[in-house]
């Protein structure tokens, strides 16, 4: 059974950092697709950072370019998402997905068969 549990979420100020892990379990995080995503209440699932080629891929939406990094830990076979410069617009659950099917395009969230549960982050100004 695949399991995907996220943490690390959490309330910081405008600027600040927080470091989101996903560890998995029954799944090899690096032998496919991963990626992190975001749900603020009223507003659709957003990808925001995907991992891809065992790692030596990544792709990072617009708005969190150049502030947010992820990476993997091939041994603790668990999933990291870096956030540096926070914001409150960043402000949301955020998710990682894993296991994807190859059906239509790596940013669709219904591309990943294996969820988290979410962590939550709040960003205040």
């Known amino acids: 059974q695949v399991q995907l549990v996220e943490s690390g979420g959490g309330s910081v100020q405008a600027g600040g950092s927080l470091r989101l892990s996903c560890a998995a379990s029954?799944?090899?995080?690096?032998?496919?697709?991963l990626g992190w995503f975001r749900q603020a209440p009223g507003k659709e699932r957003e990808g925001v950072a995907f991992?891809?080629?065992?790692?030596?891929?990544?792709y990072y939406v617009d708005s969190v370019k150049g502030r947010f990094r992820i990476s993997e830990d091939n041994a603790k076979n668990t999933a990291y998402l870096q956030m540096n410069s926070l914001k409150p617009e960043d402000t949301a659950m955020y998710y990682c997905a894993a296991g994807r099917k190859y059906e239509g395009s790596w940013r669709n969230p219904d591309e990943y068969k294996y969820w988290g549960q979410g962590t939550q982050v709040t960003v205040s100004s």
């Open positions: 991992m891809y080629n065992g790692g030596n891929g990544t």
């Open positions: 029954g799944y090899t995080i690096s032998s496919s697709w």
